[in-house]
């Protein structure tokens, strides 16, 4: 699993769309609730790889949460369920808060729980 997440990381950024030169400071992570790893797939011991589009507004909110790829919808729901509810210190630029979309990717792993990689800029 190791070796797939090395070469999806790689693959997202690439093609983040994030413009991070762009800006005076990126979004900053500030409250990343981690989410509900589904029981079902706990219990059956799955895996799974969740990446996901949030649109962090002008006050920091996670206001557009939109699943880019997922293995299952437990996991898909799981993941937007949390990120619905994370916040941000906003991203600025030519010194006014500033809209964006951020990249993360969600690591389901039944022995680790879940991780969160990113943002993922670029």
Known sequence: ???AVFILLISLWAVVPCRAWELDRPPHPIDLR???YPIEEKQNA???IVTVLVHVDEKG???IV???TSSSYRFSDATKSAAEHWSFKPAMRDG???AMDVEFVLLFDPKENVRIVGPLYD
Request: no cysteine; net charge positive.
């Open 1 to 3: 699993m190791k070796a």
């Open 34 to 36: 981690l989410p509900v």
């Open 46 to 48: 799955r895996e799974a």
């Open 61 to 63: 909110q996670a206001k």
């Open 66 to 68: 939109r699943i880019l």
């Open 96 to 98: 006014k808060l500033w």
